[in-house]
Structure formats: C-alpha cells, structure tokens
C-alpha cells in the first residue's frame, strides 16, 4: 500500500509478465492500481505499508477499481495516540505498517530542535521494535554537537545534512530498508524526500517567523521507491506525539542493562521518583548513569505535556 486517501487505497501491484506501457505504469515493472475496502473486512484499518491481497480490476487503467479483501500479517506498526493537547482517548491511532526504520528528522536551527518531541517519537520506534535514526537538518544554520551528545548514550545513529550538502550518508542508511519519516512540520523532510526521490514533488513547507512553526505541507502519508533500492514513507508533519498507549515496560524493555537493576524496585515504581532502585544500581557501577538518565527523560516523554515550546537542548528538554 503505497497510498491512503478518503476511502481509496493506492496500491504497487508486482508485473507479472511484460508491462502495459500506460502512463500509470510504476517503476520496476510494477503498476498502481487504485481499490476500495471490502465491505467483509469491516472495520480492519488498512495504513500505507500494508501487504494487501486484491480482487477485481487490478490492470490499473483510468477510472478502474479494484477490492482489497485480505490485509496481510504486519511485521510492524507504529502507532501513536490522540494528541497529548487534546482530551487523550488512549486509541492507538496507526501511522504505518511493516517500516523497518523511523528516520526522526529535525532541523538545528529554524525551527529549533524540540529534544523532548525526539524522546517522544523515540518511545514510539521502541515499542514498535523499529530502528530508529536521528536526521539532523540545517547543519549550515547551527552546529550539531550538543543535540548528537544528547542522544550519545541511548546509542541512536545520525546523519547530519545541510542545505545544497551530499545525502550520500544518509542514502546509505535508506538503502535496502522501508524507512518512515517523521518529523515538525518545516523541518526540512519534504525538501530531503525531493532530493532523494527526484520525481516525488513533494510540496515544501515555510516557517513562520513570528511562531517558529512549519505549516502542514503533506496532508497524508505516502510511499516512495528509492532509485538505489528501498522505500521511504513520508508522513506528514506533527506538532505531539500521543504515547498514552506505551507502557513503562516497554520503555524499559528498550534498556536490557537496566532491567536488572529494578528487581529491587517498589510494586508499581514509575522508575522517575524516590525509592526506585536504579539509583542505586547505577551508583554501584552496574549501567552508565547517562543511560539511566536518558531512561527517565524518555519515561517522562509519555507523561502528556504539550511540545511546542523551544527549550535548552543541553538539559535534556526540548529547545
């Protein structure tokens, strides 16, 4: 599923045999056929990503439709909640299927980096057992450092680009994978999509001068081939990130060297306040203190405050 919109499902259906030669005809011998959800799938979401199974007209010509019937197992999903500024519902809200990779980009300057929406969307490529990688735009606009010393013990990768600069780093790491893109609005991702999949003409967002926010370019997800193999999705730019259906454990389950350490803890220890034992499990020499205060910086991430206020990055808040 390449891309959802009001109902109709895009999908890239593998040629069989040799193409048609049709305007619609995709890269690599595939085509896109457009469909509708069978009424016996009843309320199963079906999001960009998913394996489909199709019926019906799937030659892809003008004004056909064909039927999706089947939603094949996903190996991921990320997911998020309603958003921490509104009354949160705690419904899992899908954004993709079956991505391998999240790709966090954020800009270094204009906007200026949010750490704690970082550490939000972080939390969420955890508990979908997704890779995740730091993109840090806008490196000719202000230095990279103390954001990459931030994010140095959780072990997070990053690639660091600048305007009219070589993406050759960064295609390394798309290539072969199915990467989503997630990120503030402004940030810089639609112009990184444009660069890396020429013909995507992805629409380019501006920052306002007065709020510092992006405006919303890209009103819905949508998957792009890579000319070296691979797929990124782009989705488009986001304000919160709602965790409200993330776990304590899952977060921690990310830090096996110190799950140990909270044997010791009291019944229900939120792993933030007094009495939990990782203080001391850290003073003893058993797990870096960086790491256990980056657990407690993400832990605290799903606690539900609004991120659009610019904070100072070297305390671990959002700039």
């Not at 595939?30 to 990503?49: D, F, Q, S, T």
């Not at 990320?78 to 519902?89: G, I, N, V």
């Not at 508990?127 to 010393?149: G, M, N, Q, R």
Request: glycine share 10%.
């Amino acid at each position: 599923m390449v891309a959802v919109d009001r109902g109709r499902y895009t999908t890239l259906v593998e040629e069989r045999g040799k193409g048609s030669g049709h305007r619609r005809q995709a890269r690599q011998g595939g085509r896109l056929v457009v469909a509708m959800k069978a009424r016996e799938l009843g309320r199963k979401g079906i999001v960009v990503g998913d394996r489909v199974a199709l019926v019906g007209d799937v030659s892809g010509r003008p004004d056909t439709l064909a039927r999706v019937v089947r939603v094949e197992p996903r190996t991921s999903m990320l997911r998020r909640s309603a958003d921490d500024t509104d009354d949160t519902d705690g419904i899992e809200r899908p954004v993709v299927a079956n991505a391998d990779q999240l790709v966090i980009v954020t800009a270094l300057a204009d906007p200026p980096p949010r750490p704690r929406m970082i550490d939000r969307i972080l939390v969420a490529a955890y508990d979908a057992e997704i890779e995740p990688l730091l993109c840090l735009t806008k490196s000719d606009l202000a230095p990279p450092d103390d954001l990459v010393a931030l994010y140095e013990p959780l072990g997070v990768p990053h690639v660091v680009v600048r305007k009219g600069g070589s993406l050759d780093e960064l295609r390394e790491h798309l290539a072969g994978h199915v990467s989503v893109l997630v990120g503030h609005s402004g940030v810089g991702k639609s112009t990184l999509v444009n660069a890396l999949v020429p013909h995507a003409n992805r629409a380019v967002s501006h920052v306002n001068a007065v709020t510092g926010r992006g405006r919303h370019t890209s009103t819905s997800a949508v998957a792009l081939e890579l000319p070296e193999g691979g797929w990124i999705i782009d989705t488009p730019g986001v304000r919160s990130f709602g965790l409200a259906h993330v776990s304590v454990e899952t977060v921690l389950a990310a830090f096996p060297d110190l799950v140990e350490g909270t044997v010791e803890c009291p019944k229900g220890c939120t792993h933030l306040g007094e009495g939990c034992a990782l203080d001391a499990w850290a003073a003893a020499g058993n797990a870096d203190p960086a790491r256990l205060e980056s657990l407690r910086r993400l832990l605290g991430s799903r606690e539900g405050t609004a991120d659009d206020a610019p904070r100072a990055a070297a305390s671990g808040d959002a700039p």
